[in-house]
């Protein structure tokens, strides 16, 4: 079933402990990125890569960093979690750039940062 | 960068009803306009979507306009249902990203 998964789907966290949420596609898309969801501001991109190894920043990438070593994963790394990125994440994937971006979006992750 | 807004934040219809959402955007790069469905607590769905080279696309309840010039496109549902209560965003690309609206929130009443 070709599908886009998110780890964990909820997580509890206190201030400054590094975290990592993992997102994995199996559709084989070149295009992957990342929003957060917060209420009233829709859904806000975070950081957005092209391909393996390309990464770029979306519009609220402060505090976040991204990699892409392998095309079907895409993690999100919060070095030092702050309470205000507390929040709902959604991965998302697109088959390639240049045909408009038909984005797949993973179940979503429910974090809080106390 | 590009910047999406949508109207209006809530919208309430009776069933049966037509409803319309309507989003503008700054980006005259901008090519490719989806429109996503979140139901609570689910991930967003594409619904519709529509490039820049087409005026209007319809799928059965579903259309969506697009005017270039103006920098508008719109969502209209008609013979709501109240399975059609949900958040709706609008979103525009330029191929590189993809910049969502804020959301309307449709209640559709029994």
């Known amino acids: 079933e070709a599908q886009v998964t998110q780890n964990p789907r909820y997580l509890i966290t206190v201030t400054g402990k590094k975290l990592t949420v993992t997102c994995s596609q199996n559709?084989?898309?070149?295009?992957m990125s990342w929003y957060r969801q917060d209420p009233g501001l829709g859904l806000r991109q975070i950081y957005y890569?092209?391909?393996?190894?390309?990464?770029d920043k979306g519009d609220v990438p402060e505090g976040y960093k991204v990699s892409r070593k392998e095309k079907r994963n895409f993690p999100l790394i919060l070095e030092s979690p702050s309470p205000n990125q507390t929040s709902l994440y959604f991965c998302?994937?697109?088959?390639?750039?240049?045909?408009?971006?038909?984005?797949?979006f993973g179940p979503g992750t429910r974090l809080t940062v106390t | 960068g590009e910047n999406v807004e949508q109207h209006p934040s809530t919208l309430s219809v009776q069933e049966g009803d037509s409803a319309v959402i309507k989003c503008t955007y700054s980006d005259s790069a901008s090519n490719y306009f989806p429109w996503y469905k979140q139901e609570l607590g689910k991930r967003p769905q594409l619904i519709i979507d529509i490039r820049s080279n087409v005026g209007e696309k319809k799928d059965q309840r579903i259309a969506v306009t697009l005017n270039k010039t103006a920098k508008h496109f719109s969502l209209h549902i008609t013979e709501t249902q109240p399975e059609d209560s949900a958040v709706y965003f609008c979103?525009?690309?330029?191929?590189?990203?993809?910049?969502f609206g804020a959301g309307t929130r449709l209640t559709v009443k029994p």
């Open positions: 979103a525009a690309s330029n191929n590189n990203d993809m910049r």
């Open positions: 559709m084989n898309h070149e295009y």
């Open positions: 998302a994937s697109s088959p390639r750039p240049g045909t408009g971006l038909e984005q797949y």
């Open positions: 890569s092209m391909n393996v190894e390309v990464t």
